[in-house]
């Protein structure tokens, strides 16, 4: 259907219709009624390259994440998926920025965040992080449309989240734990990294749902804000709790553990489950020193960002409040090819 059919069925001219389809112009509520009943009706899309050539400019969004090599160079995986998304989307009239800051720099978070506000964004993509919370509100505001990925913060009432289910993250987390460990009789750590993260709250929450299930104890150790998990630090967790069956890493880290691990105990008697396929995890996953990894496929989660955003601001579909990512599990024999 064109839109010459629509204004013929309407009874209105083709110029009536343009500006029901792109919301500009003043327009009787009658007839828009009519008009966009007829466009329901026969599922009409407009043409997303003649939106823009109305438009004469590009539209244009903004995604903001952690710089690429922060977490264990995990935002890497994030940066290529935005990028793929951007591509398939440039030819059709949308430019993506990507901007990086340090997600342990609140100021630097503001100045970013200052800066894609400033440019009038058709649209927002976030990895809603603890520093960038607070600047949700002034996006709200403005109208601008936003999509979260990788985890979410279920109150900032975003348009799109893809991330995993975390709680469902944990519990999984809870059963390979049990499955590489056997009977488990003795106390099991939860290394809690950047516990001020909501996914990482509620990931733990499904870990330890778990535990408390199948009747195993933990030791909960909670970083926050610091950066990267030290050596120093999991050495004391090591000599305060010599006696672990477990150890469950909540985020790409695990490697830091593993390694630790590895160095202090040469015959290895502790469980590892981590997250993240990120090249150390994938390393010492392959050399045994891990047991198993959950992936929550940041390179799927940064392209379906991008579309998202564009089917909703360019195509003005409705898109899915929730895309759920799968809860992918890595053991050595099935580690992907680099």
Request: hydrophobic share 40%.
């Amino acid at each position: 259907m064109t839109i010459r059919e629509i204004a013929e069925l309407a009874g209105v001219s083709i110029g009536t219709v343009d500006r029901v389809i792109y919301r500009r112009g003043r327009v009787s509520a009658e007839t828009r009624d009519k008009i966009e009943g007829i466009i329901e009706k026969y599922q009409f899309t407009p043409n997303p390259i003649a939106r823009r050539l109305k438009r004469n400019r590009a539209y244009r969004f903004y995604a903001l994440i952690p710089r690429r090599y922060q977490d264990s160079a995990y935002w890497e995986q994030a940066l290529r998926g935005l990028d793929w998304g951007a591509d398939g989307v440039r030819p059709l009239g949308v430019e993506t920025e990507v901007l990086e800051y340090d997600r342990y720099n609140p100021g630097e978070a503001r100045n970013v965040v200052t800066h894609a506000l400033a440019q009038e964004p058709d649209g927002m993509i976030f990895a809603p992080i603890v520093a960038i919370k607070q600047f949700i509100p002034l996006v709200r505001e403005r109208g601008i449309p936003y999509v979260f990925f990788d985890s979410d913060f279920p109150e900032m009432e975003p348009l799109c989240t893809i991330s995993q289910d975390p709680i469902r993250g944990g519990y999984l987390a809870g059963r390979l734990m049990h499955l590489f460990a056997g009977k488990i009789t003795r106390p099991v750590a939860v290394l809690d990294v950047h516990n001020e993260d909501y996914h990482i709250i509620r990931r733990r929450a499904g870990f330890l749902q778990y535990a408390e299930e199948y009747g195993f104890s933990t030791v909960v150790k909670e970083y926050s804000g610091g950066g990267e998990l030290s050596e120093g630090e999991i050495t004391l967790l090591l000599r305060e709790n010599p006696d672990l069956d477990g150890i469950f890493v909540t985020n790409s880290l695990t490697h830091l553990v593993a390694q630790t691990v590895k160095n202090i105990r040469k015959t290895r008697n502790v469980v590892i489950i981590g997250y993240d396929l990120i090249p150390g995890n994938q390393e010492l996953l392959q050399a045994g020193a891990i047991d198993a990894l959950i992936s929550q496929r940041p390179v799927n989660q940064g392209r379906e960002a991008v579309l998202n955003l564009y089917r909703h601001v360019v195509l003005d579909e409705k898109i899915e409040p929730k895309v759920e990512i799968p809860l992918d599990i890595y053991v050595k024999e099935n580690i992907p090819p680099s």
